[in-house]
């Protein structure tokens, strides 16, 4: 009345950790074939042992006993039964064996093998003691004077069967974990139900009620017994029923509880931000969906935070954000923004006596200067241009001082290049209504600026680089601008830019900022 498969290894899967030895605990490696044998002998024999004392009770009333040709029946079977259980159980699994003890990934058909593996240990058990109880039921028929005692002892053996069945079950589903996880993890659960959380339900119901209340109910009924069952029968049956039913209802507990405090966990965690957290899926029910869905729900949203933050890197945050948040569409709106744009003066000698290899881990660093000198004020880097960027406040997102952030920014990037020594720039600032919004085809988009303001800061940007301080910004910017940074500027004078057709009345920063 045996039966044991199964082996286990690591899944490689990162585990949230689970409280307590009993908890997390699964055979691994080579030793869980002898460890899940050895739960399902063990629930076996308790199974033999609380029918056997059943049937040490067993007579007919008439003063002649049966007993010992039932017992040497059962003692004969069970020299059969039991290492016969557990040639077949091996038999049954020894795919998943071999799969297991090579340390490779089972295939789509093996995993589903591996899946069955309580299934299959509780239904040989299950015929190997039906096939037992019909043994005991025929002997003692045979044995006593009463055939009805035969069909009595054949019931006994079957409830017992029963029961035993429905605890190697679960007992092997527990025992089986690490198995089931890396079945699963080769092949994900897509919606067949094998272990779910109905059936386990309903046979832990048959197994704290069903079967106790069942057994009872035959105690009174028991043709072969007119005076009723005795009272040791039925303390008996009771207290087994409670040990019984008490590990039933622990192992399905521990089966589904368990699992929901892992994706619990999980769900915080990724609500927190932390997408790399995985969950083992080790259910091939309900629960197992869920697990690959928390799962595969956590891999998308760590692929959308990538793309955004990629996203982000081109185009700049503001930009991202709002393209996140309203989609993204050819077409834009009025703004009135700060322009700024910076550019290397002498870039063209500059790339000659360095070489294009250090001119690009100078101009890296030169730019890293101006996006933290734009961002910290609450700017955009809208493009790099070669040796130059252009740099916009107030849009896509409202600013409380474009003109003030946008002269600020001018000084500050000023200020780091004199420090850093390596490059000179002009800085050119202007503010004014411009366009701003997607332009490109629908396959491929870019956020822009278009206006009057854009050209005359590069425009003023070929001034600054002849001016003592290299930045020139325009009498409109800096006006427009609190009065905390306009104090820092002072007016130079009126110039005609190209292609404006008018004068252009400029600024400079004063010597002292």
């Not at 033999?48 to 010992?68: M, P, Q, Y």
């Not at 386990?200 to 009723?228: A, C, E, I, K």
């Not at 368990?258 to 997408?275: E, F, K, S």
């Not at 952030?405 to 001018?410: D, M, P, T, V, Y």
Request: charged letters at 15%; glycine letters at 12%; aromatic letters at 4%.
């Amino acid at each position: 009345m045996t039966t044991g498969s199964g082996v286990t290894s690591g899944s490689g899967v990162e585990e949230i950790p689970r409280d307590g030895a009993w908890a997390s605990w699964a055979p691994s490696g080579r030793a869980a074939v002898p460890a899940i044998v050895l739960l399902v002998v063990v629930a076996n024999l308790v199974g033999v042992a609380t029918v056997f004392l059943l049937l040490l009770g067993v007579e007919d009333g008439s003063g002649h006993t049966g007993r010992a040709p039932v017992l040497w029946a059962v003692a004969a079977y069970l020299a059969v039964a039991f290492p016969a259980g557990t040639v077949a159980g091996l038999r049954r699994q020894r795919v998943t064996n071999q799969w297991l003890m090579a340390g490779r990934q089972p295939t789509s058909d093996e995993a589903g093998h591996a899946l069955r593996l309580p299934v299959d240990t509780a239904l040989i058990a299950g015929l190997i003691w039906l096939v037992g109880a019909v043994l005991v039921a025929a002997v003692s028929a045979a044995a006593f004077p009463n055939p009805l005692v035969g069909l009595r002892t054949g019931v006994a053996t079957l409830l017992g069967g029963m029961a035993t069945a429905g605890v190697t079950y679960l007992l092997v589903a527990r025992a089986a974990r690490s198995v089931t996880a890396i079945a699963l993890a080769a092949h994900p659960p897509v919606g067949a139900l094998t272990l779910g959380v109905r059936p386990r339900l309903l046979l832990t119901w048959g197994l704290t009620s069903g079967v106790p209340m069942l057994g009872v109910v035959l105690l009174f009924v028991d043709p072969s017994n007119p005076s009723g069952p005795g009272r040791g029968a039925v303390v008996f049956l009771v207290v087994v029923a409670l040990l019984v039913g008490a590990l039933a209802t622990l192992l399905t507990a521990r089966a589904v509880g368990q699992p929901l405090r892992d994706l619990r966990q999980a769900v915080q965690r990724i609500g927190r931000g932390d997408y790399a957290v995985r969950v083992v899926v080790d259910d091939a029910g309900e629960i197992g969906l869920l697990q690959e869905g928390v799962n595969t729900m956590a891999a998308g949203l760590a692929e959308r935070e990538r793309l955004r933050d990629l996203f982000g890197r081109h185009v700049g945050a503001p930009v991202a954000d709002r393209a996140l948040a309203t989609g993204v569409s050819l077409g834009g709106e009025e703004r009135t923004v700060a322009a700024l744009f910076v550019d290397i003066a002498g870039s063209t000698s500059l790339v000659r006596r360095t070489g294009p290899a250090e001119m690009v881990g100078l101009l890296n660093r030169f730019f890293q200067v101006v996006v933290d000198a734009i961002e910290s004020d609450g700017g955009l880097v809208n493009k790099f241009e070669g040796d130059a960027a252009l740099c916009v406040f107030g849009a896509p997102t409202d600013h409380p001082d474009p003109a003030g952030a946008a002269l600020r920014a001018a000084r500050r990037i000023c200020h780091a290049v004199r420090a850093a020594g390596e490059v000179d720039v002009g800085v050119g600032v202007a503010c004014g209504r411009v366009w701003a919004g997607q332009v490109g085809a629908a396959s491929r988009l870019e956020y822009t600026v278009i206006g009057d303001p854009v050209n005359e800061a590069a425009r003023l940007t070929e001034l600054a680089k002849e001016h003592p301080g290299r930045a020139v910004a325009s009498e409109a910017t800096v006006l427009a601008a609190a009065p905390e940074e306009r104090a820092h500027w002072v007016r130079e004078g009126e110039v005609e830019l190209r292609g404006r057709g008018e004068p252009t009345v400029t600024w400079v920063v004063r010597r002292s900022s």
